[in-house]
């Protein structure tokens, strides 16, 4: 039997992802991080992006992976989301001091940055779950989201995750 007890508490989940992320999850997680910092993170084509930004309190350069749900090959426009919501450490910091510097794919740039609004985010997570049914059935299982293929689960998720927009803030010419 699985529920075994260590001084009163209940053992935690294998993977402990749902209100915050376990040792397992930020492991796997992370693992694109080494392939940018090798300068192999154009393997990733436009999946994954690295963030690089700023610590809120100490200035310090920090870096971040996210899976890209919405990429613009025009405008370079790239969207991604805090799947543990609005206090994790990245969102506080960029909302504290815009992120410094985008890496995707080949590209690198200093971006111009916004956070999405509630339709704004909607569509974007509309768009990814019909391009991506699998992929948004096994990320909500897994970190606990809830139901995303009901509007109202949807509409419920986006409130209390942030969506963030990055595009180059000075665009190459024509």
């Not at 090798?38 to 310090?60: I, P």
């Not at 200093?110 to 339709?119: G, K, Y």
Request: aromatic content about 8%.
């Amino acid at each position: 039997m699985m529920s075994t007890l260590k001084a009163g508490r209940r053992a935690k989940p294998l993977l402990g992802v749902r209100r915050q992320p376990g040792r397992l999850a930020l492991a796997v997680f992370r693992l694109p991080l080494p392939l940018y910092q090798r300068g192999w993170g154009w393997l990733l084509g436009h999946t994954f992006l690295l963030v690089t930004h700023a610590g809120r309190k100490t200035g310090k350069r920090r870096e971040t992976v996210a899976m890209t749900l919405a990429y613009d090959p025009q405008t370079q426009e790239a969207v991604i989301l805090s799947g543990w919501g609005p206090n994790t450490d990245w969102i506080r910091n960029i909302r504290a001091r815009p992120a410094v510097q985008i890496q995707i794919g080949r590209e690198s740039y200093t971006p111009e940055q916004r956070f999405l609004s509630e339709d704004e985010s909607v569509a974007v997570v509309v768009e990814f779950r019909r391009q991506h049914p699998r992929r948004v059935r096994l990320a909500a299982r897994i970190l606990g989201w809830g139901d995303l293929s009901s509007d109202t689960g949807m509409r419920d998720f986006v409130r209390s995750h942030p969506f963030v927009s990055f595009r180059p803030a000075h665009p190459a010419p024509p």
